[in-house]
């Protein structure tokens, strides 16, 4: 593996990150509740009286801030190297795991964690794990 210096841009990150940070406890302190997608989205799914606009806006505003971007900056273009099949399997995955694991890495891994929540390290590390375990395995295992 090596590094791409000319694409490693760390205060974009940097950035990036404590522009999430700021936004999870804003949200946190000024709704009572934890910005994790897979929650606020399944709380569309079935409604519930009084619950539907600001969970609307969220998914909105997550769909809206990459276009958003977009004015300002070239998109980005992505290099995937699995087919449709394996990435379809992939969310598949992803989506089981988080109705498991009662929430997404958004909800345990920034504000699960930020809120020191032992289930939140476990499910961070579950993940994370799985996420490594899986790499080493197609990438030094299988051969592909």
């Known amino acids: 593996m ?12 940097l950035a990036g990150g404590v522009l999430i940070g700021v936004a999870a406890a804003m949200f946190v302190l000024l709704n009572g509740r934890i910005a994790g997608i897979s929650g606020v989205l399944g709380g569309l799914l079935t409604p519930s009286r009084g619950d539907i606009a600001w969970r609307a806006a969220f998914v909105l505003g997550i769909v809206a801030a990459p276009w958003a971007y977009a004015l300002v900056t070239a998109w980005p273009q992505p ?66």
């Open 2 to 13: 090596t590094l791409d210096l000319n694409a490693f841009t760390p205060w974009s990150a």
């Open 79 to 144: 290099q995937i190297d699995a087919g449709q099949g394996a990435l379809v399997v992939a969310g598949l995955l992803v989506g089981i795991g988080t109705r498991y694991g009662s929430g997404c890495t958004s909800g345990h891994g920034v504000c699960g964690l930020s809120r020191l929540s032992p289930r939140s390290l476990a499910a961070t590390a579950a993940f994370m794990g799985a996420g490594f375990a899986t790499v080493y395995v197609i990438r030094h295992l299988s051969g592909i």
